[in-house]
């Protein structure tokens, strides 16, 4: 992308920074990691093991994993919760780039693991990988191919620790691009694949984006909104897209519930890693420094990519959608979604959603997991003897 000549380069990573955290549901979440007034770092230290205890797997067949795991020579982090070890595995591929969800899962993941074994992964360039690793060492590893390269080698690892031979593979926004890449190249190892706000193409999602804010803004006359989008017209248009437009257009995807439905912010979301049992103050701090790190470095793969042009799976696919969700439109998804052959589609749709589903409506999402997607799952694995 390429910005206005009167802008300078750091202002330009600054406003794309705003930009990508924005679309891809807070890869950086600056504003929201900020300590609120009247808070200190002793209080939220001193309500996470309030948390822990609670959280505790103490099942006799349960696991509970938080460890440094070497993909293709870099150490990187995962948790690995379940109440049955037996239950199918789920891999959760976080949005972003940046946006790690291991810290941020703590308020709806335990009902998932009564029925899943539940994998959260730090990307490189992410939250704990990239502290522990350092800024260098995950640098290397910040491209498609060679991120998909490593979910293939954590699918590998976690199905051979825990004996099953397919595991549920759960791309989230950003996380989809990755998370598809990697299930086209071993849907041996993928039992059922679930996207929720996916990401799928920039382009069309862009002026997707542009389409639907325009008509909220002219049915709420909202005339302030009118004259800032009318502005940036024709957007995204040909060619780059300036820096300046894509924050004009972020800024009333937020406003108006479409990252968060009914919501003009996600400080719920942003904040919940504050609490979590398994991320402290430095390791909040990673993940804005993964998104100031990722969000450049991969956003040229980004732009490349077009996965609409996925015209079959060998595994069943889920869609998880929300209604409300202006961050990634359906309306990008479901066409390409009506032509895709597959063993077994379906979309599921949030109705009181928008790009953060799971967080947003956790009881339904549970259901949603258990009653469509764990059959197939168990199905994938049903050749394995009991263990």
Same mark, same amino acid.
């Given at each position: 992308?390429? &910005? ?26 600056? +504003? ?29 067949? #349960? ?6 795991? &070497?993909?293709?020579?870099? +150490?990187?982090?995962?948790? /690995?919760?379940?109440?049955?070890? =037996? ?8 949005? #972003? ?12 993941? =335990? ?5 899943? &074994? ?21 640098? %290397? ?26 595991? !549920?593979?759960?791309?989230? @926004?950003?996380?989809?691009? /990755? ?11 993928? @039992? ?39 502005? /940036?017209?024709?957007?995204?248009? $040909? ?9 004009? !257009?972020?800024?009333? !995807? ?11 912010? %996600? ?26 790190? @990722? !969000? ?64 947003? $409506?956790?009881?339904?999402?549970? /259901?949603?997991?258990? $009653? ?16």
């Amino acid at each position: 992308m390429s &910005t206005p000549t009167r802008t300078s380069r750091p202002d330009r990573l600054r406003a794309l920074r705003l930009a990508l955290a924005l679309w891809v549901a807070g890869a950086l979440g600056a +504003p929201a990691q900020a300590q609120a007034p009247g808070t200190s770092e002793a209080h939220y230290s001193a309500v996470r093991p309030m948390i822990a205890d609670m959280q505790k797997v103490v099942t006799p067949n #349960g696991i509970e994993v938080n460890e440094a795991v &070497t993909l293709n020579g870099l +150490p990187q982090w995962i948790s /690995i919760r379940g109440a049955d070890r =037996r239950n199918p595995i789920l891999i959760y591929v976080h949005g #972003g780039p940046g946006a790690t969800e291991m810290g941020r899962s703590w308020p709806y993941q =335990r009902g998932w693991e009564d029925y899943f &074994t539940v994998v959260q992964w730090d990307q490189p360039g992410s939250g704990k990988t990239l502290r522990s690793g350092g800024e260098a060492a995950n640098r %290397a590893h910040l491209s498609r191919a060679r991120m998909a390269e490593d979910l293939v080698a954590l699918i590998e690892r976690v199905s051979a620790r825990l004996g099953a031979r397919k595991v !549920v593979l759960l791309g989230h @926004s950003w996380g989809n691009l /990755i998370g598809l890449d990697a299930a086209m190249r071993r849907p041996d190892l993928i @039992s059922a694949y679930v996207g929720v706000g996916p990401l799928f193409s920039l382009r069309p999602n862009e002026a997707a984006q542009y389409r639907a804010l325009l008509t909220i803004a002219t049915e709420r006359k909202d005339d302030a909104a009118l004259a800032e989008l009318r502005a /940036i017209a024709p957007y995204p248009g $040909e060619g780059d897209i300036p820096f300046d437009k894509i924050n004009v !257009v972020r800024k009333w !995807v937020m406003a108006y519930g479409g990252l968060a439905a009914y919501r003009d912010n %996600a400080d719920f979301y942003f904040r919940a890693a504050r609490l979590s049992p398994y991320y402290d103050l430095a390791d909040r701090q990673a993940i804005d420094q993964g998104g100031q790190l @990722s !969000v450049p470095a991969l956003l040229p793969d980004m732009i490349a990519t077009d996965h609409r042009s996925i015209a079959a799976s060998k595994f069943p696919m889920f869609m998880f959608l929300g209604r409300h969700d202006i961050t990634t439109p359906a309306s990008v998804i479901e066409p390409w979604f009506a032509k895709l052959r597959a063993p077994h589609k379906e979309i599921v749709w949030f109705e009181n959603s928008a790009h953060l589903a799971p967080h947003e $409506e956790p009881g339904k999402f549970l /259901i949603g997991l258990v $009653e469509t997607v764990r059959p197939w799952a168990v199905k994938g694995n049903a050749a394995v003897p009991a263990r």
